[in-house]
DNA sequence: AAGTTAATAGTAATAGTTACTGTTATGTTT
DNA sequence: AAACATAACAGTAACTATTACTATTAACTT
């Protein structure tokens, strides 16, 4: 008798990625989280922290996000927004906007819309205050 | 007396590739540019097509938008949103959606919210059909 | 016409990411 | 517990989009 196919194996390694990408709210890069990693597995391998947050990114434990030139990651998958500060950089939270119009939106195109992302941009409370 | 210094000179290698931004739908990057221009220009250099779709960016002449690990390009600088169907990659305009509930949004935070930018993504009709 | 320098073609370099390869380790089957 | 199958690994090479460099050309100024 044929069990299904193992899929995914546990690993240290994807485990700590995780982790770490769970604990931040930086949005980090994958340069980030490779560096943080590595002060728990320091001979962790540059592709093997690429691979894995693919792999979390798939699995639906982790999103993805588009940054100028890069990809960041977010451990927290719940509904948010995401302001981007043209300054420095950084990346906050913020609270999801109401999706009430979007779906009113959606019903006017014959695009079968399957998500919307909404992106701030501006200058941080931060870089406005220096 | 001194005159202010020169900003930019004509060149026909520019001009070409605004027209050829201008003249499609298509969302195209640098690489379709490249390929139209050469059409027009055989023996264009792409690093001259590099800079000068980011000069005509910074002149606000035509919109850079953000692919999957690529830049686009948009010959159309009205406001406008738009949708990305996730099975083929084609990008697509769509009206610009109501502004009021982002205003109202931004007044709830200490940002200075600059711009607010939606993509949609999900299947497009074409895709959908076949 | 001579001078200044923006812009060019062609090419080298960079940065982020993915692919490859031989080895290790996780989970399964006997 | 031993043998097995293969996911995952470390290390490294390759790839892709973009930028930087360099010697030459051409747009504008005087
Ligand atoms: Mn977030
Ligand atoms: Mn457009
Ligand atoms: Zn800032
Ligand atoms: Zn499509």
Chains 1, 2 share one sequence.
């Not at 320091?42 to 792999?55: D, H, K, M, W």
């Not at 982790?62 to 950089?89: P, W």
């Not at 906007?97 to 200058?123: M, P, R, V, Y």
């Amino acid at each position: 008798m044929n069990m299904e196919p193992i899929k995914q194996r546990y690993s240290r390694q994807r485990e700590t990625i995780l982790q770490v990408v769970q604990s931040t709210l930086v949005h980090p890069n994958a340069d980030w989280v490779y560096k943080e990693t590595r002060k728990i597995i320091p001979n962790i391998s540059l592709g093997t922290v690429y691979r894995n947050l693919n792999q979390l990114v798939e699995s639906g434990r982790i999103l993805k996000l588009k940054d100028e030139a890069m990809v960041r990651y977010d451990g927290n998958t719940g509904q948010h927004d995401h302001f981007r500060c043209s300054k420095c950089g950084k990346w906050y939270d913020v609270e999801l906007i109401d999706q009430s119009i979007f779906k009113s939106f959606a019903e006017k195109h014959d695009f079968q819309i399957e998500s919307f992302n909404l992106e701030l941009e501006g200058t941080c409370k931060n870089c406005l205050d220096s």
